[in-house]
């Protein structure tokens, strides 16, 4: 995005966000997933940091690997929600034409939702409204007292 080098390449943090999550999401979907079926429940992956999908080198960022994943799992494309914010509309307009592009996008149960929220209270008033299923957060540290107060909240609505 012009002005904005964070995403002009991928950088090692970026790339080691992508990694994990592209790891992490089928072993933890493979996990919650049975649970889920079990209470007639979805699953979700939230990313509050999403950036444009895309960076300008043509490389897919994060959530662009979460729904392509999704689409070639059954389970997932028909279970999982999926949210992304970022704070720059730029980069949300940008995320949804890059959402928008993905072969077999409208083969998702859920189509994802973009959001364009700074990460504050905004956001926390955003997951009260929602009947919050089995999640998967990857945030950074920078942002722990909102993750706290929605990890409270998503242990209220499951009454845990």
Do not use: C
Not at 44 to 63: Q, V
Not at 117 to 130: A, C, D, H, R, S
Request: proline fraction near 5%; hydrophobic fraction near 40%; avoid cysteine.
């Amino acid at each position: 995005m012009a002005g904005d080098s964070f995403f002009d390449e991928q950088t090692e943090q970026s790339l080691i966000k992508a990694r994990i999550v592209e790891k992490y999401l089928p072993a933890w979907a493979k996990v919650i997933i049975p649970h889920a079926k079990k209470r007639g429940s979805q699953i979700a992956y939230i990313d509050l940091f999403a950036g444009p999908g895309r960076y300008e080198n043509g490389s897919k960022s994060t959530p662009i690997k979460v729904l392509e994943t999704a689409i070639a799992h059954p389970d997932m494309r028909n279970m999982l929600k999926t949210l992304f914010n970022d704070a720059n509309s730029q980069h949300t307009n940008s995320l949804q034409s890059a959402i928008n592009a993905i072969p077999g996008i409208q083969t998702l149960k859920y189509q994802p939702n973009v959001i364009n929220y700074e990460v504050g209270e905004n956001i926390v008033q955003t997951f009260k409204q929602l009947n919050l299923v089995p999640t998967l957060f990857f945030v950074s540290l920078g942002i722990q007292r909102i993750v706290i107060r929605t990890y409270q909240l998503s242990r209220q609505k499951l009454g845990l």
